[in-house]
C-alpha cells in the first residue's frame, strides 16, 4: 500500500517554509468553516420572521451547527486513520459544500437546521484535523507560535462572521449568508490536495465506536433541546424532565462505554494528566463565555439598541482586528512564560468586557460596545495559544490526534451549553424584569402617570383623535417595559457570563500546581 507523501516528503518538497504554506492551507480551511459558526446571528430576527418562529427555536442555527461540530471533534482521530490526513480534509470540505447548499436554498426551517447540521461536522472535524498537522510541522520551541496562528484562525472567523453576514443581509438578503464562505473552502481544498501529507486512497477502516457516537448524540440533543425547549413547555413538563433524565443517562453510559472500548472516542485515560485535565476544564469554561457573547452580543446591539444586521457585526470588527494582531505576540509568548500567567490574565480581562456589557443599554454609543467587546477579546488572545500549546505538550507523540479531539471537544461542548444557558437566562430574566416592572404601572405611581400624560399630549398634538389618546400612550408604555426588561435581561446574561470566567481561574490555580509551563 502506498503510504503517500509523508510530512518528511513535503519539507523535502517545499524546504522549510513548507510548514507555512500548509499553516496557511490548513487555516483556510478552517475559517472558512468556522467563519460558519456566527455569521448566522446577525440572521436570527430576519430567519424569525421569515419562518414565524420565536427565539428558541432561531437559536438553533447556532445550537445544531455547534452541537454537531462538538461531537464530530471525536471523529478526527478514526477519519484520519481510515482516510489520512490529506483525503480527510479533502472529504470534509466537499461534505460542507452540499451542507452549504442544503441550508441556503431551504423551504422550510427543518432544511436549515439539515445544512447547519453537515456545515457543524466538517467544522469539528477540521480544528483538531489542522491542529495536529501545524503541531507536527513546528518544531517544539515554536508550537506556541502556530497554536497562536490556529487560534487566529478560530477566533478571528468568528468575530468577524457577524459583521460579513449583516452585510449580506442589508444587501441582498439572509440567504446570502451561507455562500459567503465557498470561495475560501473552495481555495482550501485545492491547496489542502496539493500540501496536506498522506495519500489520497482508501484504506482498510479501523473499528469505530458506534455504541459511543450514537450515545454521545442522545445525550447532547436532548441535553441542549431540553435547555431550549424547558421555557416554553415548563421546566417540570414531562417532556422536559424525560429529555434531561434521558442526557443524564446518556452521558453515564457514555463514559462506562469509553472506559471499556478498545477504540474509544474519547480517551478518558487523558485525563488522568492534571496539566490536561485543568488544561480541558478552562478550554470548556473558554469555549462557553466566547460562543455565548459571540451569540448576545449582536443579538443584543439589534433588539435592544436597534442595530441594522451590518452594524451589530461591525460592531465586533475591532475586537476581530485585536485579536488578529494579538495571537502571534501572545503565541512567542507562551514558548517563553509560564502558561497559568497569559491564561489567568486573559480570563479576568475577559471577565472584565462581559462586566463592562452589564451597563449597555439602548443609548450605549456604538464605539462604547465596540472598546467592551474589544477588551472581552484582548483576554481571548491571551488565553487560546498558552491553553493549547501547554495542553499538547503533556501528550505524547501517539496521543495528539486523540487529545486534540478531547481538548476542542470540550471547548466546543462548553460553547453548546453556552449558547443554550445564556439565552435562556436572558429569557427567563427578561420574564422576570417584565412583570417585576409591570406591577409597578399603577394609576398611585406618580412617573407612570406623569409619562402617560406627556405621551397622550404628543398624540394630541399630533392631531390623533381623542379616543386613541389613552390606548396609545398604555400601548407605549408597554413598549418601554418590555424594551428596559430586554435590556435588563441582556445585562444579567452579560453578568453571568461574567461570573463564570472569573470562576476559571480556578483550573487555572491547578494547572500551576500541576507545573505546567515550565
Same mark, same amino acid.
Given at each position: 500500500m502506498a503510504s503517500g507523501p509523508t510530512i518528511e516528503d513535503r519539507f523535502a518538497q517545499y524546504g522549510p517554509s513548507y510548514r507555512y504554506l500548509v499553516?496557511?492551507?490548513?487555516?483556510?480551511?478552517?475559517?472558512?468553516?468556522?467563519?460558519?459558526?456566527t455569521i448566522v446571528n446577525v440572521a436570527v430576527p430576519s430567519v424569525m420572521g421569515a419562518y414565524g418562529i420565536g427565539q428558541d427555536l432561531a437559536q438553533w442555527m447556532a445550537t445544531a451547527f455547534i452541537a454537531t461540530m462538538t461531537i464530530s471533534q471525536l471523529l478526527n482521530n478514526w477519519l484520519v486513520e481510515a482516510f489520512g490526513q490529506r483525503l480527510t480534509f479533502l472529504i470534509i470540505i466537499v461534505v460542507f459544500f452540499i451542507g452549504t447548499a442544503i441550508a441556503a436554498t431551504s423551504p422550510t426551517y427543518d432544511f436549515i437546521i439539515l445544512g447547519r447540521i453537515l456545515q457543524?461536522?466538517?467544522?469539528?472535524?477540521?480544528?483538531?484535523?489542522?491542529?495536529?498537522?501545524?503541531?507536527?510541522?513546528?518544531?517544539?520551541?515554536? *508550537?506556541?507560535l502556530a497554536m497562536g496562528l490556529y487560534g487566529m484562525a478560530i477566533m478571528l472567523a468568528p468575530g468577524i462572521g457577524p459583521f460579513i453576514g449583516g452585510l449580506a443581509i442589508d444587501t441582498f438578503s439572509w440567504r446570502y449568508i451561507f455562500y459567503i464562505p465557498l470561495p475560501l473552502s473552495a481555495a482550501a481544498f485545492v491547496l489542502g490536495a496539493m500540501l496536506m501529507p498522506g495519500p489520497i486512497e482508501w484504506r482498510r477502516l479501523p473499528p469505530f465506536d458506534w455504541a459511543g457516537i450514537i450515545v454521545l448524540s442522545i445525550a447532547l440533543i436532548n441535553l441542549l433541546s431540553a435547555m431550549a425547549d424547558g421555557q416554553r413547555y415548563g421546566w417540570t413538563s414531562d417532556l422536559i424532565m424525560t429529555r434531561a433524565a434521558t442526557a443524564v443517562a446518556a452521558i453515564?453510559?457514555?463514559?462506562?462505554?469509553?472506559? *471499556?472500548?478498545?477504540?474509544p472516542l474519547l480517551d478518558m485515560t487523558l485525563f488522568t494528566n492534571p496539566a490536561f485535565s485543568s488544561a480541558v476544564l478552562v478550554a470548556t469554561v473558554f469555549g462557553f463565555g466566547n460562543m455565548a457573547s459571540s451569540y448576545a452580543i449582536p443579538v443584543f446591539v439589534q433588539t435592544v439598541g436597534g442595530y441594522s444586521a451590518t452594524a451589530a457585526g461591525l460592531v465586533l470588527i475591532p475586537?476581530?482586528?485585536?485579536?488578529?494582531?494579538?495571537?502571534?505576540?501572545?503565541?512567542r509568548v507562551s514558548d517563553r512564560v509560564p502558561a497559568h500567567y497569559p491564561?489567568?490574565?486573559?480570563?479576568?480581562?475577559?471577565?472584565?468586557g462581559a462586566a463592562l456589557m452589564t451597563t449597555a443599554d439602548t443609548n450605549t454609543a456604538f464605539w462604547t460596545v465596540a472598546i467592551y467587546t474589544m477588551i472581552g477579546r484582548f483576554g481571548m488572545g491571551l488565553i487560546m495559544p498558552p491553553l493549547v500549546s501547554s495542553a499538547m505538550r503533556t501528550l505524547e507523540p501517539d496521543q495528539l490526534n486523540r487529545g486534540s479531539g478531547a481538548l476542542n471537544f470540550m471547548r466546543q461542548l462548553g460553547g453548546s451549553i453556552g449558547i443554550n444557558a445564556v439565552v435562556l437566562l436572558i429569557s427567563q430574566r427578561t420574564q422576570f424584569h417584565s412583570d417585576a416592572l409591570t406591577t409597578?404601572?399603577?394609576?398611585?405611581?406618580?412617573?407612570?402617570?406623569?409619562?402617560?400624560?406627556?405621551?397622550?399630549?404628543?398624540?394630541?398634538?399630533s392631531g390623533v383623535p381623542a379616543a386613541i389618546h389613552q390606548p396609545g400612550a398604555l400601548h407605549y408604555l408597554g413598549s418601554v417595559i418590555e424594551a428596559q426588561a430586554a435590556t435588563f435581561g441582556f445585562q444579567d446574561g452579560f453578568s453571568f457570563i461574567s461570573i463564570v470566567f472569573v470562576c476559571a481561574?480556578?483550573?487555572?490555580?491547578?494547572?500551576?500546581?500541576?507545573?505546567?509551563?515550565?
Open positions: 499553516a496557511f492551507a490548513g487555516m483556510l480551511g478552517v475559517i472558512s468553516m468556522v467563519l460558519s459558526i457543524g461536522f466538517s467544522a469539528g472535524v477540521s480544528q483538531p484535523l489542522v491542529m495536529v498537522v501545524l503541531f507536527q510541522v513546528f518544531p517544539e520551541n515554536r *508550537r506556541g453515564g453510559i457514555f463514559v462506562v462505554l469509553q472506559l *471499556r472500548a478498545k477504540s475586537a476581530g482586528l485585536v485579536l488578529m494582531a494579538l495571537f502571534p505576540v501572545s503565541g491564561i489567568a490574565i486573559g480570563l479576568l480581562f475577559f471577565a472584565l409597578t404601572q399603577t394609576p398611585g405611581n406618580p412617573v407612570s402617570r406623569e409619562f402617560l400624560d406627556a405621551v397622550e399630549h404628543l398624540l394630541d398634538e481561574l480556578i483550573p487555572v490555580w491547578i494547572l500551576k500546581r500541576a507545573g505546567q509551563g515550565k
